[in-house]
C-alpha cells in the first residue's frame, strides 16, 4: 500500500527501499519495522526567491530531509543541480543514515538540496540563493540537530555563508553548524581531500585481498570534482595508475597512465578534463567499461545498471559518488566476482572528517592536519576490514552493501529499540 508521500514513486527511492527491504531480509526484520524505517521523520520544502543580475526575481525550490535521529543529530550534505527532486533528497538522506551508523559515528541521516544550475549563477546570486536557503531551513538546523556540510556543487565558500547566516539569525557564532567550513573559520583542512581519500583507500585494501596489491593496477575514475579528483591523486600517491577520468563534459583515456597533478590543472584552468593533451576522448558510458582493475564511479547515482553491467570488467568498484549502482546491477556484478565496496562504506570519509572538525567545533581545539587524517586513515581501513570480514563470514552469497546494510540497520534498529521507538 501507498503511503502518498510524494517522494514514494521515485524510482532512486525505489531503489533504496529494495536495498533496506534486502538488509532486513538478512536480518529477519518484520515489515512494520521496514515500514518505520523506509520513511523520512521529516522533509521540509521551501521557497528561495532570488533577485537575479538582471533585476528579476527567479524562484527556486530546496528540500531538507531528516531521515532517522535515532543515533544523533542528523548529518549530510546540501547538493545544488538542475535534476534534484524531493526524492532524491529523501534517498540521500536515508543512505546517511545508514553510512553514519556504518561509519561508527554519532549522526543520524539527513540531506537537502536545491533544484538549480548553480554554473548559470553569477557569484553574488549564488550566494543570496544560498544564504536565503539556510535562512529558510534555519529553525529545523543546529549543532545538535541537524548538521549540513556539502555535496554536488556545493563547497567550502557555501559552507561560509551558511554559517555566517545561521550565526547572524542566532547571534552567536554557531561553528558546530555545518562542516567541511574553509579551515580559517573552524574547518579542517584535509576535510577537502577526505572524500576522496577514504575511497581510494578502501579500494587499496580491497586490493590487497583480492588481487594481490594495490600498486601497479589500473584505475577509472568517473566523475573528478570533490571526491574524484582526490581519489585520483591517492590512487596514484599509492601506487596505482589512473588510465581514464571524466566529468559532465566526457571523459579522457591513456593506458598509459594519466598525470594528475596536470589534470587538476587543466580541469582548474578549463573547466574540464577533456582539454588535458594527449590522451583518447572517450564518453562517460564507455569509461565504465574500459578493461581496468579498479573502477570508481564518483558522479550521480544510477550509472551502473543491468545494461551496463554484464559489460564491466573492472575486480574491484569503489564507489564515491552516493548511489551509482542499481540493485539489479550491483546482483549481476557480484555473480560475475566483482567486489562492489558501497558508497555508505566507500565515501563515508568525508563525513568522517565532518565529524572530527565538528567534535573539535565544539570542544573549542584543534587538531593539526597529520592528525586529523591519521585518525581517518585508521578509522576507514578498521571499516573496511570489519565489514570485509563480516561479508566473508555471514553474507558471502550477496553482493558486499548486504554485509554493510546489515551491520548498519542493525545499529540504528537496536538504538530505536532501546529508546522505545520500536
Ligand atoms: N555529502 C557528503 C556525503 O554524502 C558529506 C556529508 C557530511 O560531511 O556531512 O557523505
Known amino acids: 500500500m501507498t503511503s502518498g508521500a510524494p517522494y514514494e514513486n521515485e524510482p532512486v527511492y525505489q531503489n533504496a527501499v529494495k536495498q533496506l527491504k534486502e538488509a532486513a531480509a538478512l536480518l529477519g526484520l518484520p515489515d512494520d519495522v521496514v515500514e518505520v524505517l523506509r520513511h523520512p521523520e521529516r522533509v521540509l520544502q521551501v521557497k528561495i526567491p532570488v533577485r537575479l543580475d538582471n533585476g528579476k526575481i527567479a524562484v527556486f525550490i530546496g528540500w531538507r530531509s531528516q531521515h532517522n535521529s535515532a543515533l544523533g543529530p542528523y548529518k549530510g550534505g546540501i547538493r545544488y543541480h538542475p535534476?534534484?527532486?524531493?526524492?532524491?533528497?529523501?534517498?540521500?538522506?536515508m543512505w546517511m543514515t545508514w553510512k553514519n551508523a556504518l561509519a561508527g559515528i554519532p549522526y543520524g541521516g539527513g540531506k537537502g538540496g536545491i533544484k538549480v544550475d548553480p554554473k548559470k549563477l553569477s557569484p553574488r546570486e549564488l550566494e543570496e540563493l544560498s544564504r536565503k536557503y539556510f535562512a529558510a531551513i534555519a529553525d529545523i538546523v543546529g549543532e545538535d540537530i541537524?548538521?549540513?556540510?556539502p555535496d554536488v556543487y556545493t563547497n567550502p565558500q557555501i559552507m561560509a555563508w551558511?554559517?555566517?547566516?545561521?550565526?547572524?539569525?542566532?547571534?552567536?557564532?554557531?561553528?558546530?553548524?555545518?562542516?567541511?567550513?574553509?579551515?580559517?573559520?573552524?574547518?579542517?583542512?584535509?576535510?577537502?581531500?577526505?572524500?576522496?581519500y577514504g575511497t581510494a583507500l578502501v579500494a587499496r585494501e580491497a586490493a590487497k585481498l583480492a588481487l594481490g596489491g594495490f600498486e601497479g593496477k589500473t584505475v577509472a575514475i568517473q566523475g573528478f570534482g570533490n571526491c574524484g579528483r582526490y581519489a585520483a591523486l591517492y590512487s596514484?600517491?599509492?601506487?596505482?595508475?589512473?588510465?581514464?577520468?571524466?566529468?559532465?563534459?566526457?571523459?579522457?583515456?591513456?593506458?598509459?597512465?594519466?598525470?594528475?597533478?596536470?589534470?587538476?590543472?587543466?580541469?582548474?584552468?578549463?573547466?574540464?578534463?577533456?582539454?588535458?593533451?594527449?590522451?583518447?576522448?572517450?564518453?562517460?558510458?564507455?569509461?565504465?567499461?574500459?578493461?581496468?582493475?579498479?573502477?570508481?564511479p564518483a558522479a550521480l547515482e544510477n550509472v551502473i545498471t543491468e545494461k551496463n553491467a554484464p559489460n564491466i570488467k573492472a575486480k574491484i568498484i569503489s564507489e564515491c559518488a552516493n548511489g551509482p549502482t542499481t540493485p539489479e546491477a550491483d546482483h549481476i556484478l557480484h555473480q560475475k566476482g566483482v567486489?562492489?565496496?558501497?558508497?555508505?562504506?566507500?565515501?563515508?570519509?568525508?563525513?568522517?572528517?565532518s565529524w572530527i572538525e565538528w567534535s573539535h567545533n565544539r570542544?573549542?581545539?584543534?587538531l593539526t592536519d597529520e592528525e586529523a587524517l591519521d585518525r581517518l586513515d585508521k578509522k576507514m581501513t578498521h571499516n573496511f576490514h570489519e565489514v570485509y570480514n563480516e561479508w566473508q563470514k555471514k553474507y558471502s552469497d550477496h553482493p558486499m552493501r548486504a554485509a554493510a546494510y546489515a551491520i548498519a540497520v542493525d545499529r540504528v534498529v537496536r538504538a530505536m529499540k532501546l529508546r522505545g521507538w520500536i
Not at 172 to 189: C, E, S
Not at 339 to 353: E, F, K, R, T, W
Not at 363 to 366: A, E, K, R, V
Open 236 to 296: 596514484v600517491k599509492w601506487g596505482a595508475k589512473v588510465v581514464a577520468v571524466s566529468d559532465s563534459k566526457g571523459g579522457i583515456y591513456d593506458p598509459n597512465g594519466l598525470d594528475v597533478e596536470k589534470l587538476f590543472e587543466v580541469k582548474d584552468k578549463t573547466g574540464s578534463v577533456i582539454n588535458y593533451p594527449g590522451a583518447k576522448r572517450i564518453t562517460n558510458e564507455e569509461l565504465l567499461e574500459l578493461d581496468v582493475d579498479i573502477l570508481m
Open 162 to 196: 551558511f554559517f555566517d547566516e545561521y550565526s547572524k539569525i542566532k547571534r552567536y557564532p554557531a561553528w558546530g553548524v555545518v562542516t567541511a567550513k574553509p579551515p580559517i573559520i573552524g574547518g579542517l583542512r584535509p576535510r577537502e581531500v577526505s572524500t576522496g
Open 363 to 366: 570542544m573549542g581545539c584543534w
Open 339 to 353: 567486489i562492489v565496496i558501497p558508497d555508505i562504506l566507500a565515501n563515508a570519509g568525508g563525513v568522517m572528517m
Open 83 to 93: 535534476n534534484v527532486t524531493i526524492g532524491e533528497v529523501v534517498t540521500l538522506s
Open 146 to 149: 541537524d548538521i549540513p556540510a
